[in-house]
């Protein structure tokens, strides 16, 4: 299954997937809930999963690394974490672009973002919309608004003048994912639905790679080994909300915001 998968995403940059029964996403749905009863709101907070145990378990999940692994290989680096939600009934939207424009790393195939649904993701909600096979072009030039308050991205970073007409929706039902190639072109639009659209959003490195621009950050083995050692070291959560882990994920959060600043925006949408 995995071999298909892999195929399907060297051709259209994207693929997707279930993880989770219905019942498992809701046991996590649950723990967000939770999660943010003693941190706050969790909308694009960073490395969440080196603070709370459910985004931890959902990022090192075995069918999620499996699927991670036939696209990147057996040596897997657990880079960021962060829940995407946009509440019901708000301007919010993502603009057309390309997550690697950001990233500021030398290998653009060694890396692969999953974006894991704990509520409904359907087209009233706000789901992705990706161009499939648009990452075989590459690079394309971005434009930045950083004043439009409803853009989710940091510094409204956008492509102009895209041409929609391949553009495919990727609804996803609670517990499903789709995995992307940092240069698959995609946005989202509002959530006019009833119900908070929830995802998890997660980035993974094959260990050889490293960044070549911005400040340096950090992550964990999630599989195999790291021989390289390219990036700081993330420390996996020994119990959820341990008050340490979280002194020490408000810095990671922080340097995740800063850091890329100059670049563009972090996450996706």
Known sequence: MTADLAETYRRDGVVATTILSTAEASEHRAALDAGEAVLGPLHYRDKVHTVMMS????????????????????????????????????????????????????????????????????????????????????????????????????????????????????????????????????????????????????????????QVSGDAMSAMVARGTDSHNNFGVDVAPARNLDPVAVERWEALDDTMKTGFQAEGPTGDP
Request: hydrophobic share 35%; proline share 7%; aromatic share 8%.
């Open 55 to 210: 985004p931890f378990e959902l990022a090192t999940h075995p069918t999620v690394l499996d699927v991670v692994e036939s696209l990147i290989g057996p040596d897997i680096l657990l880079y960021n974490s962060t829940y995407i939600i946009k509440e019901p009934g708000t301007e919010t939207y993502v603009s057309w672009h390309q997550d690697l424009t950001y990233w500021g790393l030398e290998d653009d195939d060694a890396q692969v973002s999953m974006w894991l649904a704990l509520a409904p993701a359907t087209v009233e909600s706000g789901c992705m919309s990706m161009i499939p096979g648009s990452h075989l072009n590459g690079p394309a030039k971005h434009n930045k608004a950083p004043d439009d308050a409803d853009n989710v991205l940091l510094l409204g970073q956008r492509i102009e003048d895209v041409d929609t007409s391949a553009a495919i929706a990727y609804p996803l039902a609670p517990g499903e994912a789709s995995f992307h190639h940092g240069w698959t072109v995609h946005a989202s639009g509002h959530n006019t639905s009833t119900d908070r659209r929830i995802g998890l959003n997660v980035q993974y490195l094959a260990p050889h790679n490293r």
